[in-house]
């Protein structure tokens, strides 16, 4: 590893990741509060609906905190939380009714505000119908294409993290985005006309 190279951000340290095994509230809270709006933004896109890809958050960090001892200090998070979003999603829809876990109790004040760029009414309306189009769009690809289009574009993972997530090989990570941008660009044509 080059020692000049940026460092990822998402490295748990030794210290931070014993606090996180002993289950301490303030080291719990400060994770969820870091990677909350990531996660969130995940499950829209592969959900596309808000109130699922909530009560998917919410499960995803209550299953984080239950599988802790997997993960390993010194490890990138955001891989393995990637991981356990995945799997949480994919089992959401595995069973017609599933268990709703709730963070209300460790975190009252969820919130999942995207703040705006826009700088007038009219940026706002035209930024946010952009937004829809590309998630409809989303919405019609595949499931496996979703999910690496979204790893790879909105979450900006590397696929070697995207193979990893998905279970598959690099040469099918890279396959499924290239695949997965054609589609998309071919839904996004098809809406404008």
């Known amino acids: 590893m080059d020692p000049q190279a940026p460092q990822p951000t998402d490295l748990i340290s030794a210290e931070q990741h014993a606090l996180l095994l002993t289950g301490d509230e303030q080291a719990w809270f400060e994770l969820i509060s870091e990677y909350e709006g ?4 995940y499950l829209y896109r592969l959900e596309g609906n808000s109130e699922n890809a909530l009560d998917l958050t919410q499960e995803v960090f209550y299953r984080a905190w239950r599988s802790f001892g997997t993960f390993q200090a010194g490890q990138r998070f955001l891989p393995w939380l990637y991981t356990v979003a995945r799997n949480t999603q994919i089992e959401s829809h595995r069973r017609k ?6 963070l209300d109790q460790a975190h009252e ?16 309306a035209e930024s946010a119908d952009a937004r829809d189009r590309v998630q409809r769009a989303l919405m019609g690809l595949p499931d496996d294409y ?17 193979a990893q997530i998905q ?7 890279k396959s499924r985005v290239y695949r997965a941008k054609e589609q998309l660009a071919e839904l996004l044509r098809e809406q404008v006309h």
């Open 146 to 162: 979703r999910e690496a289009v979204v790893l790879r574009f909105m979450e900006d993972l590397p696929y070697e993290e995207i």
């Open 167 to 173: 279970g598959v090989a690099l040469g099918t990570a």
């Open 97 to 102: 009714q599933h268990a709703r876990f709730s």
């Open 109 to 124: 004040e969820i919130g999942y505000e995207v703040p705006s760029e826009a700088h007038s009414p009219v940026r706002a």
């Open 38 to 41: 990531r996660i969130y933004g």
